[in-house]
């Protein structure tokens, strides 16, 4: 039985990756439902996105254990990851490096193998994307990337979560303008705009650009990317923009990096020359007065706080698209 692992949405196919949004919709409903619901207009928006498939159940993993590894600090995805597993029926097991014996120079491997005797789901948050792949190569348990310096698929799944209940529809035909560095949630936003045909508009300076690598393989899988070299011309009359902070751990020479990128800075006059109804995300942590400003971030068309929600709704899908197989697999062998 192959494993489900939630490494790069380039590696999902169209229909996983629309499961899993689809799946996160529902159980964000479900979650508002138990609570006692939502604004009138976002239930409706939600209800409508949550029955394109059909209903889907909210799982239970009672008993199931996911182990966290992080070799970066983290907020949102620590939080998220830990709480949707509880919101599943599951558990959470939370490590850093330095508390495993990688520290001490234990291979991955190694690591992999014996965690997988464990538990039932690994998540990491690495430094390097080697890592993540070459864990997942030795695991007998899925394994989710956290974050990578190449990748962040978990985040994509909550920025788009969050347009689609902003429009009440699905993401296939609108524009999304990435602003800044072309980062590794940028390299997400390009693998997926191959998946669900939405518009991908980049503003960089061409230093800070997407590689051509991936340029080629967006080329290949029928990605509509557009590459420009001034901030207005990507965000012009887009459905969303989206930005994210300019230097990052492990980042250098953050001065060269700041002087480039302060022309694509996301200010109220940038944002006018979006779509009417254009909304501002940003994954958090934001510097405001860097590279957005605080009358954009703090203003009534951002939905950044509703993206960090979606963070949790996102897990939960991402969890139980990667768990729902293993279960499905025990089911049928008893």
Same mark, same amino acid.
């Not at 830990?82 to 120079?105: I, K, P, Y």
């Not at 705009?193 to 980049?202: G, K, T």
């Not at 207005?232 to 002087?259: H, Q």
């Given at each position: 039985?192959?494993?489900?692992?939630?490494?790069?949405?380039?590696?999902?196919?169209r229909a996983?990756?629309r499961?899993?949004?689809?799946?996160?919709?529902?159980?964000?409903?479900?979650r508002?439902?138990a609570?006692?619901?939502?604004?009138?207009?976002?239930?409706?928006?939600?209800?409508?996105?949550?029955?394109?498939?059909?209903?889907?159940?909210?799982?239970?993993f009672?008993g199931r254990?996911?182990?966290?590894?992080?070799?970066?600090?983290?907020?949102?995805?620590?939080?998220?990851?830990?709480?949707?597993?509880r919101?599943?029926?599951?558990?959470?097991?939370?490590?850093?490096?330095?508390d495993?014996?990688?520290?001490?120079?234990?291979?991955?491997?190694?690591?992999?193998?014996?965690?997988?005797?464990?538990?039932?789901?690994?998540?990491?948050?690495?430094?390097k994307?080697?890592?993540?792949?070459?864990?997942?190569?030795?695991?007998?348990?899925?394994?989710?990337?956290?974050?990578?310096?190449?990748s962040?698929?978990?985040?994509?799944i909550?920025?788009?979560?969050?347009?689609?209940?902003?429009?009440?529809?699905?993401?296939?035909?609108?524009?999304?303008?990435?602003?800044?560095?072309? +980062?590794?949630?940028?390299?997400?936003?390009?693998?997926?705009?191959?998946?669900?045909?939405?518009?991908?508009?980049?503003?960089?300076?061409?230093?800070?650009?997407?590689?051509?690598?991936?340029?080629?393989?967006?080329?290949?899988?029928?990605?509509?990317?557009?590459?420009?070299?001034?901030?207005?011309?990507?965000?012009?009359?887009?459905?969303?923009?989206?930005?994210?902070?300019?230097?990052?751990?492990?980042?250098? +020479?953050?001065?060269?990096?700041?002087?480039?990128?302060?022309?694509?800075?996301?200010d109220?006059?940038?944002?006018?020359?979006?779509?009417? +109804?254009?909304?501002?995300?940003?994954c958090?942590?934001?510097?405001?007065?860097?590279?957005?400003?605080?009358?954009?971030?703090?203003?009534?068309?951002?939905?950044?706080?509703?993206?960090?929600? +979606?963070?949790?709704?996102?897990?939960?899908?991402?969890?139980?698209?990667?768990?729902?197989?293993?279960?499905?697999?025990?089911?049928?062998?008893?």
């Amino acid at each position: 039985m192959s494993l489900r692992h939630f490494l790069d949405i380039s590696e999902l196919s169209r229909a996983d990756l629309r499961t899993i949004m689809d799946d996160a919709h529902t159980m964000k409903r479900a979650r508002a439902a138990a609570l006692g619901g939502v604004e009138p207009d976002l239930d409706q928006k939600l209800a409508r996105l949550a029955g394109m498939t059909g209903p889907t159940p909210y799982a239970d993993f009672s008993g199931r254990v996911l182990a966290m590894i992080f070799e970066k600090p983290s907020t949102r995805t620590r939080i998220s990851f830990d709480v949707a597993m509880r919101h599943l029926g599951g558990e959470t097991l939370l490590l850093n490096r330095d508390d495993l014996q990688l520290g001490r120079g234990e291979s991955i491997e190694d690591t992999a193998q014996v965690m997988s005797r464990y538990v039932d789901v690994v998540m990491l948050r690495v430094l390097k994307h080697e890592t993540l792949t070459t864990f997942a190569a030795a695991a007998k348990v899925p394994v989710i990337n956290g974050l990578s310096d190449r990748s962040h698929p978990c985040q994509i799944i909550a920025d788009l979560m969050t347009l689609e209940e902003t429009i009440g529809g699905v993401v296939a035909g609108r524009s999304i303008a990435w602003v800044g560095d072309s +980062n590794n949630v940028a390299t997400s936003f390009v693998h997926a705009a191959a998946r669900l045909d939405f518009e991908l508009r980049i503003g960089a300076p061409p230093e800070l650009g997407p590689s051509p690598e991936l340029l080629k393989w967006a080329q290949r899988e029928g990605a509509a990317i557009r590459v420009h070299d001034t901030a207005r011309a990507a965000v012009e009359n887009a459905d969303c923009v989206v930005t994210d902070t300019w230097v990052s751990m492990g980042d250098e +020479n953050a001065e060269a990096r700041i002087a480039a990128l302060t022309p694509f800075r996301v200010d109220a006059d940038l944002m006018a020359h979006a779509a009417p +109804n254009a909304i501002f995300l940003h994954c958090l942590p934001a510097y405001r007065g860097q590279e957005v400003t605080g009358d954009v971030i703090d203003g009534p068309r951002s939905r950044v706080f509703d993206e960090a929600e +979606n963070r949790l709704h996102a897990q939960k899908a991402i969890l139980a698209w990667c768990l729902r197989r293993e279960a499905d697999h025990q089911e049928a062998a008893a």
